[in-house]
């Protein structure tokens, strides 16, 4: 699977939105782009995943770039209970194994 | 809860000692797949089973190693002559064939092997 690259760390403000970027420059044309998060001592959890067009569920929103060599998960509004390890992960249309990378840990301030 | 379970939630033991841990999917789900996840890492997928099917193994997975899921239901992780390389998390998830990009993962087992 291709690799991607996330930054760290980053820090929020408690209600406020919080944009996580992903690359993924070595994209290829049939890899999705899923994105899961892991709360302290807890599996990790579906996000959203998305292959082409942005996306929307309860939790957050998925823009990916036209180029699909990037993008952005969306929290609208961060709560405390946000605070978790993100992970940005490409995989096969089969979507059989998840390729976990670091991830951001995110920290979201009262 | 109609999650992901999985026993034990904790298991401590010697090197070269056999263990065993068994994971309980979403009861309607087809797919079950096992990972491992070391501090302060990702987590590393292990193999996947499809059914009662084990459809792909990872590089990771040595011969010490051996799943199965004898009914298509629960499934069973068997670490033999465990080794201090072996102590992590070990995570189970589970979906459904054609919405394999949402896995269920359950809490996880922590083996500490000393």
């Known amino acids: 699977d291709a690799k991607t690259t996330q930054p760290n760390s980053m820090e929020s403000n408690e209600e406020e939105p919080v944009h996580l970027p992903c690359n993924h420059s070595t994209i290829s044309g049939t890899d999705y782009i899923h994105w899961y998060r892991q709360l302290p001592s807890q599996g990790p959890e579906y996000v959203i995943h998305g292959l082409t067009s942005n996306v929307n569920n309860r939790m957050a929103s998925l823009a990916i770039a036209e180029d699909r060599k990037s993008s952005t998960l969306i929290l609208h509004r961060a709560t405390l209970r946000d605070a978790a390890v993100y992970y940005c992960?490409?995989?096969?249309?089969?979507?059989?194994?998840?390729?976990f990378g670091s991830g951001t840990q995110l920290t979201v301030l009262p | 809860d109609t999650g992901v379970s999985q026993n034990p939630r904790h298991k401590i033991t010697k090197r070269g000692q056999n263990v065993t841990f068994r994971c309980d999917p979403i009861s309607e789900h087809n797919r079950l797949y096992w990972y491992r996840q070391t501090l302060g890492q990702g987590p590393e997928f292990l193999t996947y089973?499809?059914?009662?099917?084990?459809?792909?193994k990872s590089r990771l997975l040595s011969d010490r190693f051996s799943a199965e899921r004898p009914k298509g239901s629960f499934s069973t992780l068997e670490i033999q002559r465990t080794e201090q390389g072996d102590s992590a998390m070990y995570l189970c998830?589970?979906?459904?064939?054609?919405?394999?990009?949402?896995?269920?993962f359950g809490p996880g087992t922590r083996l500490t092997v000393t």
């Open positions: 089973f499809q059914n009662e099917a084990q459809l792909e």
């Open positions: 992960i490409l995989s096969s249309g089969s979507a059989r194994q998840l390729t």
């Open positions: 998830a589970s979906s459904l064939v054609g919405k394999s990009h949402e896995q269920y």
